[in-house]
């Protein structure tokens, strides 16, 4: 049950700061990331961190611990390979989330999955110009 929303801080195109929105259980004195960040860096999904309350939001202040699993994110650059890269996503075993523009798609990679091989795939999309992509948090390779 995700009982908490959060602000993570992220920088936009221009580089203005902006915060995101995810949603979190507290444990403790802390919160543990329960949605995949779509614009953040740094963090990951099931990371446990750090916040700070300001006028009744929670914002984040540091990772307390790391749950080893990778975010990337990708810009979808030609329309209609939605269903298509959910499915790739789904046998590389990642769960994955979009924003409401559906050009942004953001995947976490578990610890138990090897990161080459979805390197390698994400590496020949971008070449073929289907996307573009980042890694947004890399706890392993």
Not at 121 to 132: F, M
Request: charged share 30%.
């Amino acid at each position: 049950m995700f009982d908490s929303k959060l602000v993570l801080p992220y920088k936009d195109e221009e580089g203005n700061i902006r915060g995101e929105t995810v949603l979190a259980t507290k444990e403790g004195n802390y919160y543990r990331i329960k949605s995949i960040p779509l614009h953040a860096s740094k963090i990951a999904l099931d990371d446990l961190i750090d916040t700070r309350r300001r006028d009744g939001v929670l914002y984040f202040h540091g990772i307390i611990e790391g749950s080893g699993r990778n975010v990337i994110q990708m810009i979808l650059l030609k329309q209609r390979q939605i269903k298509t890269i959910g499915r790739a996503l789904g046998q590389f075993g990642c769960m994955w989330r979009r924003d409401g523009n559906k050009h942004l798609i953001a995947f976490d990679v578990p610890k138990h999955v090897p990161y080459q091989p979805i390197r390698d795939w994400l590496d020949q999309g971008q070449q073929e110009k289907r996307w573009a992509y980042r890694e947004a948090c890399l706890s392993h390779k």
